[in-house]
């Protein structure tokens, strides 16, 4: 009989395990892939090595803004990728490292069994209980009818990472951070890129004015999209629209978002049972617990790392932590980031004060030729409900603002910081002007 059991280990997984370390429980988990999950093997991770090497290749190619000159830039495509995996693997071993010993861990799927109203655990054909289960499975890249993915011509970013020759044209369909990210990185090693959103707008999960402001930097990156359009077909390299534009493309992305993977659970009858997720993370089963995008809400490694404190508060101190806000970045240049509520959240309501400010008005920005943005913060009652960067560095911005919202330091109180100058962080200080 094992305390915790931990179907899965990515970032909730892993964090769930390290909290039960502490706590000195004893600990199994199961994992058919690799530790560490899709932020780590598929997501995240691998693709940020990969648009660290777009990033470097674009600064080289608009050397000349900043008075240098570089003649004969190339890339090696299989050098980029070949760095991707010695990073990805570096950070398995120390997963591995870090877990390894301290628990058990079953390198195979897991199903439940509910039997004798107790759920227990059937892996390789052998059984396993625990006083508790969490299920950290994850997700899988979502498949559009008519579009599957054939890991040819039609593939999911998963495929995107191992393809052994660049596209010299793709199309992608959806503009979230893996639609927009694939973008940048593709158009940066020379690839014709073209976007297509259902949606009537762009990025539709971020404020309006960031939805505005991404067409300008696709404009200005030749990335071509289409707006409240999507594919009716796609054959011998024709995509045709539904706005009935047609055009050639080697290969089509798929980033319209991931769908839950949940273990399969069944009684000794061989029926399958319904797991219901509740808000706070329990099931519908006593002692069954459900993180990261397995529960099918905000698919994000430090979203799922949470989701992994408010079960272990719950199971060691019957408690649950507050939920709170969840911030989210797309990495292209500039950086995306947002945080809390957005302007189409409050419409028509007069109490709350809208204040921005643009990146141009902090001299650090020109002298890192970085001067494209802005910083948007929604105030009420002296307190700052949410913010919206456009920015360099926006990732790192908006944990400034992660923490004046959470600890609702009032604004007053924020104006009297000192940041040090130059830096980009004084725009928090400008936007509250």
Known sequence: MYDIAIIGLGPAGCEIAQIAIKNNLKVIAFEQAEIGGTCLNQGCIPTKAILHCADELNKLNNCSKIALSCDNIKFDWENVLKRKTDIVAKFNKALDLGLNKKIDIIKSQAELLLTNNEIIINAQDNIYQA???????????????GLEFNQDNIISSDDLLNLKELPKSVTIIGSGAIGLEWGYILKSFNADVTLVEKMPSLAPQFDIDIQKRIERILKTNNIKYYKDDFVTSYKNNIVKLNSNHEFKSEKILVAVGRTPVLPKLSTNEGHCLEIKINDDLTTNFDNLFTA??????????????????????????????????????????????????????????????????????????????????????????????????????????????????????????????????????????????
């Open 131 to 145: 006083k508790n289960i969490i299920i950290a499975t994850g997700s899988k890249a979502k498949e559009l009818k």
């Open 292 to 433: 990261g995008d397995a529960k099918n809400g905000v698919m994000l490694a430090h979203s799922a790392q949470y989701d992994a404190k408010i079960i272990m508060n719950k199971i060691l101190k019957d408690k649950t932590l507050p939920l709170k806000n969840i911030p989210s970045v797309i990495y292209i240049k500039p950086e995306i980031a947002s945080i809390g509520l957005k302007e189409q959240d409050i419409k028509g309501d007069n109490s709350y004060i809208i204040k921005k400010a643009t990146v141009t008005s902090i001299a650090k920005s020109w002298c890192d030729e970085c001067a494209d943005g802005f910083v948007k913060v929604i105030i009420k009652d002296n307190l700052i409900k949410g913010a919206h960067i456009v920015s360099n560095s926006a990732s790192i911005l908006i944990s400034i603002f992660n923490i004046l919202i959470e600890q609702k330091i009032p604004t007053d109180e924020i104006e009297n910081f000192i940041f040090p100058h130059p830096c980009l962080s004084e725009l928090v200080l400008e936007v509250l002007k």
